[in-house]
Nanobody, 123 residues
Framework: QVQLRESGGGLVQAGGSLRLSCAAS????????MGWFRQAPGKEREFVAV????????YYADSVKGRFTISRDNAKNTVYLQMNSLKPEDTAVYSC????WGYGLDPSEYDYWGQGTRVTVSS
């Protein structure tokens, strides 16, 4: 059974940092693109960051560029999202996803999803 499991969410003050992890099991994700998405209350899911299978290519939403960093460790089948300088508007449920073929920002093109981890940033 393929699973993506996020961890690392929590409550943090504005300006603080969190590091999210997404551990994959059930198959090897070493050749997949991995993405992070988030969904705030009452809003649609939005793209946050994506990393190619080799880590050679990364791309970020403008809203997080310069503050968030996506990385992966294929040996551990894990992808990370380092979030610095957090803002209240970053409050959301963050989910990781795997895309078997290609590389993109559209969540509908991703094949596997985790359940998400909640991030709350207080002002």
């Amino acid at each position: 059974q393929v699973q993506l499991r996020e961890s690392g969410g929590g409550l943090v003050q504005a300006g603080g940092s969190l590091r999210l992890s997404c551990a994959a099991s059930g198959r090897t994700f070493g050749s997949d693109s991995m993405g992070w998405f988030r969904q705030a209350p009452g809003k649609e899911r939005e793209f946050v960051a994506v990393i190619s299978w080799s880590s050679a290519v990364t791309y970020y939403a403008d809203s997080v560029k310069g503050r968030f960093t996506i990385s992966r460790d294929n040996a551990k089948n894990t992808v990370y999202l380092q979030m610095n300088s957090l803002k209240p508007e970053d409050t959301a449920v963050y989910s990781c996803a795997a895309r078997i073929w290609g590389y993109g920002l559209d969540p509908s093109e991703y094949d596997y999803w985790g359940q998400g981890t909640r991030v709350t940033v207080s002002s």
